[in-house]
């Protein structure tokens, strides 16, 4: 009988950082709930919080499942929240003379890179069934 835990790849560490996204959106909706009952932001920002909470979370299940076109679209996303965090970092440290702080950091860009650094790594790919046909191909001129 084996009794050593399921090996984890590459996927269901990037699957575990988009679930951890969602986690922190899940606060950040919080957050926006209140600004927005006190009258301190609009109710789109709410909106798009809570839409973008959803997705990250339907992404991470889709990665569980292996779905590809999940890998794509968080692909998607994590590249669009990476340009954003960018931006926001530049903006902070040119209109306030610094950096944003060390978890906003982290969460706003290193998780990002990490995830699609994981994600288009060639072990996930082949998860996907994206470079399936590659390797076969060289299996066949070995």
Sequence with gaps: MDTSPPQSTLVDVAGTLVFMQGAVGVMSVVESGVATVAGFA???NLLLTAILTVV?????RGLRRRSVRSRMWTLRIESLLIVWATVDLA?????ADSGLGLVATLTRLVVPIAT?????RPAAR???GS??????????TV
């Design 116 to 120: 699609f650094w994981l994600l288009r």
């Design 126 to 128: 082949l998860e996907f």
């Design 56 to 60: 990250l979370f339907l992404f991470a």
């Design 42 to 44: 609009p109710p789109t």
């Design 91 to 95: 903006l902070a440290v040119v209109l």
């Design 131 to 140: 470079l399936r046909r590659e390797v076969e191909l060289e299996e066949m």
